[in-house]
């Protein structure tokens, strides 16, 4: 028991010296405000990574997928329908999840601190929403 505490300890100060010696701003930071700002610019690219890793995590489920359907298509009766055609939508829903929660996001509006909803304009609006992401990812 006492050498499992130890070791947690140990750990524990292991990591803390080396965020210390990584981050030294974040590390001697006077007060919670500071840090909060260095976090949030460390961060600020995050989404456009997370979002490459969902087109490409999509994409290739999406050839996996298609790869199944021909697989079944050569012997339908050793390879079945549903685990290709259950990849090609796992594969569509994950692609189209950046897209999608960039729109939700753009609904989001901030008043006096509070996060509310933005109202739907008119159908041609959501038409050029959609238009405009469509081009933005074929360009």
Same mark, same amino acid.
């Given at each position: 028991m006492k050498r499992v505490l130890f070791e947690n300890?140990?750990? %524990?100060?292991? &990591?803390a010296a080396v965020i210390v010696a990584?981050?030294?701003?974040?590390?001697?930071?006077?007060?919670?405000?500071?840090?909060?700002?260095?976090?949030? %610019? =460390?961060?600020?690219?995050?989404?456009?990574?997370?979002?490459?890793?969902?087109?490409?995590?999509?994409?290739?489920? &999406?050839l996996s997928g298609a790869g199944m359907l021909k697989k079944h298509a050569d012997n339908p009766q050793q390879n079945p329908l549903a685990p290709g055609v259950a990849r &090609?939508?796992? =594969?569509?829903v994950v692609a189209a999840a950046p897209s999608f929660l960039q729109y939700v996001n753009n609904t989001l509006k901030?008043?006096?601190?509070?996060? %509310?909803?933005k109202g739907l304009g008119p159908v041609t609006e959501l038409k050029i929403n959609i238009m405009n992401q469509i081009h933005s990812l074929l360009s």
């Open positions: 300890l140990f750990k %524990t100060g292991l &990591m990584a981050c030294p701003d974040l590390s001697w930071a006077q007060d919670l405000s500071g840090s909060v700002t260095s976090v949030k %610019t =460390g961060i600020r690219d995050m989404p456009n990574l997370v979002s490459g890793f969902a087109y490409i995590a999509g994409g290739a489920a &999406m &090609m939508s796992i =594969g569509g901030t008043d006096n601190g509070a996060i %509310t909803y």
